[in-house]
């Protein structure tokens, strides 16, 4: 039985490590891996599970370099209490279809914009050389796609240490972009808020119909890499 709190979802917000199994009904979860410190870096994406019973990792990991990978047991997973059956099947046939449509081709970018980042079809609509991802934005702006948009972006700050984030990340990808998307996402840094990997879990938990604002998902998010320090310990 879920607990639903206001403004959220269900409550008791739990990350499972790979040696539990998806249940038999389930098909579609999301990932993190990384460091349990309060600044530390972590990555998500999702885990699949396709109608042979096997099961991948699709996640952004660097500039064109979208990935569709075997399970890897440094990840935990967290069940979305909102994922409807009617759903979780066309997501998972989206990210196979985005695999192969972009031979694993896809932008990293901290630009995350109002907009629509995919066509009906699920093909890529990338307009500006700004255009991109980081791996918590594809999980969102994939979910938002098929009528889960987890997060009111209007109450994000931007925070200092944020700032120093981009910055430092804008420097370790600046090798794999052209200099005019090189340019575009150093004139970019602190215009736009980061939307933290541990973020997008808390608010896929904790989604019930309505954006959620940061004042619910930032505290999500610290749940979530409490969650990860616990199956740590």
């Not at 917000?13 to 098909?27: A, G, H, M, R, S």
């Not at 399970?71 to 990210?95: D, S, T, W």
Request: with cysteine; aromatic share 12%; glycine share 10%.
């Amino acid at each position: 039985m879920l607990v639903v709190m206001e403004g959220g979802g269900a409550m008791g917000l739990q990350l499972y490590k790979f040696e539990i199994d998806l249940p038999e009904d389930v098909n579609l979860a999301l990932v993190i891996c990384g460091e349990d410190s309060a600044e530390g870096q972590r990555h998500t994406g999702f885990v699949v599970r396709n109608m042979q019973g096997e099961m991948f990792l699709f996640h952004l990991a660097r500039n064109n370099d979208f990935r569709k990978s075997v399970v890897q047991n440094h990840y935990n997973y967290l069940l979305i209490p909102a994922l409807e059956p009617e759903i979780e099947m066309p997501i998972i046939a989206f990210l196979f279809y985005l695999y192969a449509d972009c031979g694993g081709r896809l932008p990293y970018s901290i630009v995350y914009k109002n907009g629509e980042y995919f066509s009906d079809a699920g093909e890529l609509l990338m307009l500006e050389v700004s255009d991109g991802f980081t791996c918590a934005t594809f999980v969102l702006e994939t979910l938002k796609k098929y009528a889960m948009d987890l997060v009111d972006r209007n109450t994000w700050p931007i925070g200092a240490s944020d700032i120093a984030w981009q910055e430092g990340i804008v420097k370790n990808i600046g090798l794999g972009l052209t200099p005019e998307q090189f340019f575009a996402q150093v004139k970019s840094i602190g215009k736009y808020p980061r939307f933290r990997p541990e973020q997008a879990l808390g608010a896929a938990h904790y989604y019930s119909g309505h954006k959620l604002p940061f004042s619910v998902v930032e505290p999500a998010g610290v749940e979530v890499v409490g969650e990860m320090a616990r199956l740590r310990a």
